[in-house]
Each structure stands twice: as structure tokens, then as C-alpha cells.
């Protein structure tokens, strides 16, 4: 079973641009902190002044594009390390849950690569419920199967380009509500290069945040 490769692009450009945004957000300082204490005003210096101003450095971050024909999407909540979010790409509504590993290895050690995410989408217009898409960070080698485990279960997931899904749809709904139900989740998976990968996602906060696009997107 091959995905639709347009809608996992458009969901997965969602995705990063939606971790993109609550990451700048994150960053910025908080109204409510108090200002730091003022340094003591320093002695006149009776050195001579440079004849020219030393050139402002550009505070300003880089803008993070939306994905093309898509609306920005907006931050639901947030419940422990998972982000429950809903856009209108083209007009049809989507909401999703999001996350990224709490912790990653590779072998050879080392090795880069982008960033890995995991989410959890509701697509009505498609009459789509809770589906499981892993975008690995580094295009799977080909015909390569990754893995999900929890627990002790674990999940087949077949591979395209840089994205995962579950091997066996009729176990999605198994693959959900042990996620619901689990502590952590393990993705490995080996790239294009041979190079192995092992990702750790924390499951603290996910039913929570499928609750939330769930009443966003219908149950």
C-alpha cells in the first residue's frame, strides 16, 4: 500500500512548520520575568571613540514559511511533549497530534540528519482517523521495512521516501490505543547509507492531546 504522496507532504510540511512555530514561540522571553538587575554605570573611558558605530547586529529570527496552500496551523494545546494542532490546507480541515523523540542514536554514531517526528491525524473530509506517520529525518533505504515498539508489542511499518506507516492497516487501531496506553515509543529504522537509527518518543500527554483534535475533528 503506497500513500498518497501529495497529502503526506502537505501533512508533513504541516507538521514541522506547526513544531517550527511553537519552537520560536518557546524561545521568546516571557512579559512576566523580571528584568535582570542593572550593571553599575561604568567609569568614562578616556579612550578615544572609533570614528564609526560598530554595525547592529540582526536580532531579528528567519521567518518559517506556511506549506503552500495551506493556513497556518494553529496550537490547540500542548500536553507534555506532544502538541495537538488543526490547519485548513486547501480548504479541508485537519487536525493532528505531534511530537518529537525525547532521545536518538544512530549507527555509526555521529551520523545527521533532520529532524524526526511523529503524529497522529484526523482528516474528515477523507473520513480519516487517527493514522500514524513517522517522517524519519533521511530518506529509508528502499524496500526497507522500520519498526514501532512499545512495551513488548511491536508494529511493522512500511517505508517511502523519508515517511512510515503501518504495515497492516487493520492494526492501526491496535497501534493507537497502545500508544494511548503506553510510557515510550521506540522507531528504528536504516537510511539510504546503511546508517541505523533509534528514536525514543515519549508517550506522556498523547491521549490527551488525541482527545483534543478529536473533539476539534469529530470523534
Known amino acids: 500500500m ?10 508533513a510540511s504541516l507538521a514541522a512548520f506547526a513544531l517550527a512555530a511553537t519552537s520560536a514561540q518557546a524561545q521568546q522571553p516571557s512579559p512576566t520575568a523580571k ?9 568614562p573611558s578616556t579612550a578615544k571613540k572609533p570614528e564609526k558605530p560598530a554595525p547592529a547586529k540582526d536580532t531579528k529570527t528567519a521567518a518559517v514559511s506556511s506549506p503552500a496552500g495551506s493556513a497556518q496551523p494553529s496550537l490547540l494545546g500542548q500536553y507534555g511533549g506532544w502538541g495537538a494542532y488543526t490547519a485548513n490546507p486547501n480548504g479541508r480541515k485537519v487536525c493532528f ?11 555509526p554514531a555521529g551520523k545527521t540528519r533532520d529532524q524526526a517526528l511523529v503524529y497522529v491525524s484526523n482528516r474528515p473530509a477523507e473520513k480519516v482517523k487517527e493514522e500514524v506517520s513517522i517522517i524519519i529525518g533521511y530518506p529509508f533505504r528502499p524496500s526497507s521495512e522500520a ?46 547509507h546503511g546508517t541505523q537509527t533509534t528514536d525514543t518518543f515519549s508517550l506522556k ?3 490527551q492531546a488525541l482527545d483534543r483534535i478529536a473533539q476539534e475533528c469529530g470523534k
Open 205 to 207: 500527554g498523547l491521549q
Open 35 to 43: 528584568p535582570a538587575a542593572a550593571k553599575p554605570a561604568a567609569k
Open 97 to 107: 497530534a505531534l511530537a518529537k523523540p525525547a532521545s536518538s542514536q544512530t549507527s
Open 2 to 11: 503506497i500513500r498518497n504522496r501529495g497529502v503526506a507532504v502537505l501533512l
Open 147 to 192: 519498526s514501532v515498539e512499545i512495551g513488548g508489542s511491536k508494529f511493522g511499518m512500511y517505508t517511502q521516501n523519508d515517511g512510515a506507516w503501518i504495515k497492516n492497516a487493520a492494526d492501526e487501531s491496535k497501534l493507537v490505543d497502545t500508544m494511548r496506553k503506553g510510557a515510550d515509543m521506540v522507531v528504528k529504522g536504516v537510511s539510504g
